[in-house]
């Protein structure tokens, strides 16, 4: 399945007045390496395994592979990865016809807040909040792979 969205920055709190649910999300993996991730994630109650490809030129697409694994699971591999978790709470907000997932990272990577719209093409016009801020589509120091090397507050 190929993934298509695009990824903001986030200029205030504004969002979470209209959150319609949140998880807490811890994630590590098993492969960063930008050909080929493999990330293991614990959502609120559920475990998955994702395999995601190299995002194409303009950063917005890539191929993505997911399957829900038992939280037993995942915390068992959670204990393979790399080195480098990301713990990030997640809200989803509806604008428009688009449902944004804006993630409030914590620990190393506190004081970040992204956005992201999965879209059904690149060109797929959608409504953009005003607490949204600059793209960062195309920036991998965004991608939670990088993050979780690199965490936002050593930048």
């Given at each position: ?6 990824k ?7 969002f979470?007045?209209d959150?319609i ?11 960063s390496?930008?050909?080929?991730t493999v ?6 109650s559920c475990?998955?395994l994702t395999?995601?490809g190299?995002s ?6 890539r191929m993505?592979?997911?399957k829900e ?9 959670l204990?393979?990865c ?5 713990d990030?709470?997640?809200?989803e907000?509806i604008?428009?016809t ?5 993630d ?6 506190e004081?970040?807040?992204?956005a992201?719209v999965?879209?059904?093409s690149e060109?797929?016009?959608f ?5 949204l801020?600059?793209e960062?589509t ?8 990088y993050?979780?090397k ?6």
């Open positions: 399945m190929i993934e298509i969205e695009r903001f920055l986030v200029r205030s709190n504004a979470l007045k959150a649910k949140s998880n807490r999300i811890v994630q590590g993996y098993l492969s390496n930008p050909e080929r990330r293991i994630r614990i959502k609120g475990g998955y395999i995601k190299m194409n030129a303009s950063g917005m697409s993505e592979w997911e694994i038992s939280i037993e699971d995942a915390e068992e591999l204990l393979l790399e080195k480098g978790t990301i990030k709470i997640r809200h907000v604008v428009g688009h449902v944004f997932e804006v409030v990272f914590n620990l190393e990577n004081g970040l807040i992204i992201e999965e879209l059904s060109d797929e016009k409504e953009k909040p005003k607490w801020g600059d960062v195309q920036d991998k120091r965004y991608y939670n792979s993050l979780s690199n965490p936002y507050k050593n930048w």
